[in-house]
């Protein structure tokens, strides 16, 4: 039953790919529960962010099961492409998927690196399957170590330093593109984490802030005509601003330029109106060379980073690995313990006269007797499961024939 990672990201596909294959929140119950309709697919996550989709499963086969991922993908949320899905996908098998999830959760994975909100995308991942009954032992064991991995890469290295986010970066653009932000007239469009993220670095810079909400929409129009810069982080699934929009706003204001930042994916913004004069537009695949020079104490810390990632990888590649050797550690050693306890029985039954204390110390040698007897099996199973994997489940195999503990 393998592990696999089943996805795309910024690094494989643009933002026009990645648009068309997102899943809002609201949705991700749905498309869990979706999920466990495959008989291939055993438990699976879905990690959905701006940056990428994966879904991490465990299969009953590798090559059925990765079919059924992809079968998923194509007919769930977009049925015709005019693209070959295929060609923006990767897949990874086993340790490979296990280590992209910790360099996930660590931010070494993300289109900035070090990115804050990526931890607890992670985690939102992880607590929606568990409410869709999706996830069994593996990945729940699997995101916990993960989890573990992020908050430890946070805590005891630079990664996480200088506050930079795809929200900061389009502030920093902004910046860049228009001089200093002091006494500028910026709109925020989307009341979201990422919107009041961006707020509150506008804020800080002296800006003139403008907020607007899914509910505020018809004011959008007046509070176009009156910016510099536009940042639009709204989530929804069509576009906010379109040619005719901002053409109509840019007619009230002709000699000034407008400058706007979409960092939603699915965009905001019809790539479109980057051709009408007066306008700039950037989109949440170019923020990352924005920050690209100001995260050199990150970089540093990629190696202290990876050493954690390691040690987190190693420890669940182990507990994986051992499950093998587990039903049958279980049965024999509940077997040894079913036949002392019988035999304890049938002694006690036929000496009466033996004193309380006489008992407990009969008691305690036989359990000392079956303890050390086992240790020596017990040991080496877990071992080879860890280290020969193949030769770990024969062992079992073994020991389940020999004991006859019908585990197999």
């Known amino acids: 039953m393998p592990l696999v990672c089943l996805g795309l990201s910024h690094r494989t596909a643009p933002v026009e790919v990645r ?3 997102a899943f809002p929140a609201s949705m991700l119950g749905e498309t869990l529960i979706a999920l466990r309709d495959y008989p291939a697919v055993r438990e699976a996550v879905v990690l959905a962010t701006c940056g990428r989709l994966e879904i991490y499963a465990e299969l009953e086969s590798y090559e059925a099961g990765t079919e059924q991922l992809k079968q998923f993908l194509s007919a769930f949320r977009h049925s015709a492409v005019a693209y070959d899905m295929e060609s923006y996908l990767y897949t990874l098998l086993g340790r490979q998927a296990i280590e992209h999830l910790f360099h996930v959760a660590t931010g070494l994975d993300s289109m900035l690196i070090g990115e804050a909100e990526i931890l607890g995308q992670v985690k939102s991942a992880y607590v929606q399957a568990q409410r869709a009954q999706s996830i069994g032992k593996s990945l729940h064991r699997l995101f916990r170590e993960a989890l573990s991995a992020g908050k430890a890469a946070r805590s005891q290295t630079e990664i996480g330093g200088d506050s930079v986010s795809a929200a900061t970066a389009a502030v920093e653009m902004a910046q860049a593109h228009v ?3 002091y006494a500028k007239t910026v709109v925020v469009i989307g009341a979201g984490q990422m919107g009041t993220t961006a707020a ?4 800080a810079s002296g800006a003139r802030l403008v907020m607007i909400d899914r509910s505020l929409m018809s004011t959008l129009a007046d509070a176009l005509r009156e910016a510099d810069v536009a940042i639009t982080a709204t989530g ?3 576009f906010i601003l379109d040619p005719g929009k901002v053409s109509e706003a840019m007619l009230a204001r002709p000699d000034r330029p407008l400058f706007i930042v979409d960092i939603a994916v699915p ?3 019809d790539p479109d109106v980057a051709r009408l004069p007066g306008v700039a537009l950037v989109d949440i695949d170019a923020l990352s060379a924005v920050v690209d020079e100001t995260l050199d104490a990150r970089r540093a810390a990629v190696p202290f980073v990876e050493e954690i990632i390691e040690e987190h990888v190693t420890r669940y590649v182990d507990w994986y690995r ?5 039903p049958v550690i279980a049965s024999l050693t ?3 313990d079913a036949i002392r306890e019988a035999e304890l029985e049938r002694l006690f039954a036929r000496c009466p006269g033996l004193t309380e204390r006489e008992r407990m110390l009969i008691t305690g040698m036989s359990m000392t007797i079956i303890s050390r007897l086992l240790h020596s099996a017990v040991t080496r199973m877990r071992e080879k499961a860890i280290g020969e994997h193949d030769e770990g489940i024969l062992h079992a195999k073994i020991v389940d024939e020999l004991f006859e503990l019908g585990t197999a």
């Open 334 to 336: 509940q077997k040894a």
């Open 179 to 181: 001089g200093e932000l």
């Open 236 to 238: 929804a699934s069509h």
């Open 267 to 269: 965009r905001d913004v």
């Open 19 to 21: 648009e068309r294959h």
């Open 322 to 326: 051992s499950r093998a050797a587990v």
């Open 200 to 203: 509150r670095r506008l804020k």
